[in-house]
């Protein structure tokens, strides 16, 4: 039997496939808001899980199993996800830059002439 450990790649490797897929139409227009805008986004995904689940006496598993629709319970789920990583790794990427930047700073100012 297969482990849900088995299905993390499959999982994220697609996750990041299709986030690629998105950029090149929507351009990074989830964090247009700013952090605040992308916070809303999250917790808009969240609202439609928690009202889903509220409705289903909170079983994930059995809501998954059972919800025939294409955009439904496993949409929302990978959608919350996907932006998830995608707050991440802006976050990750803005230390680097900053990172980055301290270290360039750093040693310009050890070579800058006494």
């Given at each position: 039997m297969t482990s849900y450990l088995d299905q993390l790649r499959v999982c994220a490797n697609r996750d990041v496939q299709v986030l690629l897929e998105k950029e090149q139409d929507y351009k990074g227009s989830w964090k247009k808001r700013g952090g605040c805008g992308a916070y809303m986004m999250l917790a808009r995904k969240w609202d439609r899980l928690e009202a889903i689940m509220?409705?289903?006496?909170?079983?994930?598993?059995?809501?998954?199993?059972?919800?025939?629709?294409?955009?439904?319970?496993?949409?929302?789920?990978?959608?919350?996800?996907?932006?998830?990583?995608?707050?991440?790794?802006?976050?990750?990427?803005?230390?680097?830059?900053?990172?980055?930047?301290?270290?360039?700073?750093?040693?310009?100012?050890?070579?800058?002439?006494?």
């Open positions: 509220e409705r289903s006496n909170w079983d994930i598993f059995t809501v998954w199993e059972n919800d025939p629709r294409l955009e439904g319970i496993r949409d929302d789920i990978r959608d919350l996800r996907r932006y998830l990583l995608l707050v991440e790794a802006e976050m990750e990427a803005r230390q680097m830059a900053k990172d980055q930047s301290s270290n360039v700073v750093g040693n310009s100012i050890t070579t800058i002439p006494s």
